[in-house]
T-cell receptor
Framework: EPEVTQTPSHQVTQMGQEVILRCVPI?????FYWYRQILGQKVEFLVS????????KSEIFDDQFSVERPDGSNFTLKIRSTKLEDSAMYFC???????????????FGPGTRLTVL | QKEVEQNSGPLSVPEGAIASLNCTYS??????FFWYRQYSGKSPELIMS????GDKEDGRFTAQLNKASQYVSLLIRDSQPSDSATYLC???????????FGTGTRLQVTL
């Protein structure tokens, strides 16, 4: 069964460093998302991406964050200068349909645990 | 601010019983509703989606939607210890390409 994959599973970085989290969405999906979950808290939306551009972003997704689809399979989240409060699980998700589709089930990858020291 | 509310639990049910999980949402324009299961330290796993008022059954799971009351529920029949997890209610409002999640209800199925 197709699945979303993410690398690395765990990333430890120093405050102020740049990190890139990588995702490979399900191959026939056109809509891609990043969410995060701080330990013990709810899953929070960061950004959605369709047709090589951002569709929607949350207040969390400030200028320190960027997303890219560098090739036909990868989808990346970059944090330019990490802060302590960026420590969280970051989940990539994809869906076949998005805003225009009703059947817009989103499937999540296993996540990357980001620890900022 | 669009909100999705769930009782955090834990909800404790004996093995073989029916577990009932509830969720309310604030945005009347919401169109699609999802239940995810999340084991500790793992990612959300989609178990049910529902779009129309009424019930939708899939195996031991039944999702119920009442748009007038802005209420979604998930019933798990014949609960098993492996069902012990946090159940996340998620709502898609149709105007933005995102899901809004509740905090989740922790379910414990006891032997």
């Amino acid at each position: 069964e197709p699945e979303v994959t993410q690398t690395p599973s765990h990333q430890v970085t120093q405050m102020g460093q740049e990190v890139i989290l990588r995702c490979v969405p399900i191959s026939n999906h056109l809509y891609f998302y990043w969410y995060r979950q701080i330990l013990g808290q709810k899953v929070e939306f960061l950004v959605s991406f369709y047709n090589n551009e951002i569709s929607e972003k949350s207040e969390i997704f400030d200028d320190q964050f960027s997303v890219e689809r560098p090739d036909g399979s990868n989808f990346t989240l970059k944090i330019r200068s990490t802060k302590l409060e960026d420590s969280a699980m970051y989940f990539c998700a994809s869906s076949e349909f998005g805003r225009l589709g009703r059947d817009n089930e989103q499937f999540f990858g296993p996540g990357t645990r980001l620890t900022v020291l | 601010q669009k909100e999705v509310e769930q009782n955090s639990g834990p909800l404790s049910v004996p093995e073989g019983a029916i577990a009932s999980l509830n969720c309310t949402y604030s945005d009347r324009g919401s169109q699609s509703f999802f239940w995810y299961r999340q084991y500790s330290g793992k990612s959300p796993e989609l178990i049910m989606s529902i779009y129309s008022n009424g019930d939708k059954e899939d195996g031991r799971f039944t999702a119920q939607l009442n748009k007038a009351s802005q209420y979604v529920s998930l019933l798990i029949r014949d609960s098993q210890p492996s069902d012990s997890a946090t159940y996340l209610c998620a709502v898609w409002d149709g105007t933005a390409s995102k899901l809004t999640f509740g905090t989740g209800t922790r379910l414990q199925v006891t032997l």
